[in-house]
């Protein structure tokens, strides 16, 4: 019985001449939220497939606990939200969710599911005059209706508004209490570094990074960025602390992260000098274009 709720080892596809994911191992425990991210054409796609039993792979292994890929416990213990939802758009709301879960085996309250996702008021409304948005929603509460061991979300975040992204964030973050296992695909690099436990990257069907956002940041060592505010001359203090000028006022520094402490030593030794600072550590846009192997601006 393993204690791992996905486990994926040395999983390889080739389609064609193209080896889309080479050697991919990731892993999972119940309750952790990890974020898979990666270019278009990375293998993400490949791999959420492959992970719900669509397409074979030529060499490695998932299990879903202890369960192969679609196979009947498996389906059964993984949810799956896809970037671009379809449903019938006759059907509404309440009529779709109510469909799914007979074919579940499932017996929820439906219209506290369709109130949790924010669709309350259009629960009776047909389907096709929902918003993308509303559809994404949706789709949701189909993932929330059985209790999965594993959550595949592929851009969820696709056609919300603002306070929507909060609301699914805090059901994902629900979930996880729930010890379900989320993975979630994503471009928004900006939400997933606050809401993830993890990053997982893939470069050309390769992992070419998995840890904690702190180690990952650890481990590239990218340079901090310092902006100091000079409360006069910002000429002097640029000359004095090896900067360069920015915005006529402030002197901007780069430093390691074993730098820090004595770069503010020498920036507190300017006294009077120096009106204000602000330190930004390397964000996860810096982190992912060093493991993706671009250029950082």
Known sequence: MTDKALTIETLSKDRGLTRVLNDVSLHLAPGERVALLGHNGAGKSTLI???LGLTRVDSGTIRIGDAAP??????RDTAYLPEAVSFHPALTGREQLTLFAR???ERPDIPALLDRVGLADALDRRIGTYSKGMRQRLGLAQVLLGKPRVALLDEPTSGLDPI??????????????QGVAVLIA????????????RIAILRKGVKVADDTLANLSALAGLPIRMRVRAT????????RLGGNRVNGASVELLCSPTDKMEALRRIAAMGEAVADLEM?????????RHYARETVQ
Do not use: C, F, M
Request: charged share 30%; no cysteine.
């Open 49 to 51: 497939k492959a992970i």
């Open 186 to 197: 994503s471009h928004a690099l900006t939400e997933v570094e606050a809401r993830t436990d």
């Open 280 to 288: 930004t550590p390397p964000k996860l846009e810096d982190l992912y």
């Open 103 to 105: 074919l579940s085996g």
């Open 164 to 177: 929507s992204r909060q609301d699914l964030y805090a059901i994902i973050d629900e979930l996880a209490g």
């Open 70 to 75: 679609g196979s009947a416990r498996a389906r």
């Open 232 to 239: 006069e001359n910002a000429d002097a203090l640029a000359a």
